[in-house]
């Protein structure tokens, strides 16, 4: 049952492949730009500790409250 386990909300990673005539550092650019757009770096920071729900709801409230704000 190992390969059938199946979790909700995870993303592919990204992947980039060096084309040809193309210097590394231009690879890594279009690299760092799929895993901004793709989020996965804020979601590995999100869940790199566990956060109690009472925080997470006080953090979520927060932030309502700021956006509000403006």
Do not use: C, W
Not at 16 to 44: C, M, P
Request: charged share 45%; hydrophobic share 30%; glycine share 4%.
């Amino acid at each position: 049952m190992i390969g059938t386990l199946k979790l909700r909300g995870v993303k592919k990673m990204s992947k980039t492949v060096v084309r040809k005539n193309e210097s590394l550092d231009d690879a890594l650019r279009r690299f760092k730009r799929a895993v901004t757009k793709a989020g996965t770096l804020q979601e590995t920071r999100k869940r790199e500790f566990y956060e109690k729900p009472s925080v997470k709801r006080k953090r979520k409230s927060e932030a309502a409250r700021k956006r509000k704000k403006f």
